[in-house]
Each structure stands twice: as structure tokens, then as C-alpha cells.
């Protein structure tokens, strides 16, 4: 039983794109690729690392199945997604999430998540505001 009116009745498919599992996963592995990126011009990390890791931080490169199957040993969400791009990584594996917590992850996916959906909220009100004009000067 789905409780989430995005998930049911009400959302649309391209909101309920947005905030399905697949698309958080792949916001959690843009905010590993993107951590990297500033911790490697910050001079935290080596370049190559963070070049490695974001050019594995996808979808494309990690299947989902692969994170489940992580999910499940660890019992973990962000544990699998991180293990997961590390199996990619190679030895450069070792400065994803550094100095992250989970909860670093977690929010800052949610937040895209978000800003996706008022990307989207935001068209389809101008779209209804059009509407409703043409429908006024109707009358």
C-alpha cells in the first residue's frame, strides 16, 4: 500500500520520476562526484581521484541491482551506494565520502530531489496560469 500522494494517486509520472528510489540514487552519486570535485580543488583529495570518481558516479556505470544487493548486506542506503562506487574506483576508491557523514549525503540529494520537483511545479503552474488567462479573456 503506497502512502505518499506522489507515489499514488495524485503525483504525476514525471514527478513521480523525480522522487522515485532510482532518481535518489542517482542524486546521492552526483553528491559523492560533486564532494570529490571541491575536495580535489581544495587540495584534499588528488585530481585523478575525483576525476575517477565522478566519471563512475552514475547509473550508466553502477547497476542499481548491485546497490540493492550492497543495501542488503549492510543494511545501509548511502554504505551500499558509497561500496558500490568504490567497486568502480579502484584504488581511488578510498576518498569517496571523505569527511561526509550520511546524513551530508542524504539531505543534499533530497534537497536536488526538491528543486527538481519546483522545477517542475513551477512549469506546470505557469502552464495553468496561461490556460486560465486565455479561459478569462474568454469571458
Partial sequence: ????PIEYRYGTPQMRRIFSREYRIAMM???EATLSQVEAELGLIPEEAAEIISKNASLDVIELS???ELEEETKHNVA???YALEEKCGEYGRFIHFGATSNDILDTATALQFKEGLKLLETQIRELCTILAELA???
Fill in 1 to 4: 500500500m503506497k502512502i505518499h
Fill in 29 to 31: 552519486l552526483k553528491v
Fill in 66 to 68: 548491485r546497490i540493492e
Fill in 80 to 82: 551500499a551506494v558509497v
Fill in 137 to 139: 479573456r474568454g469571458y
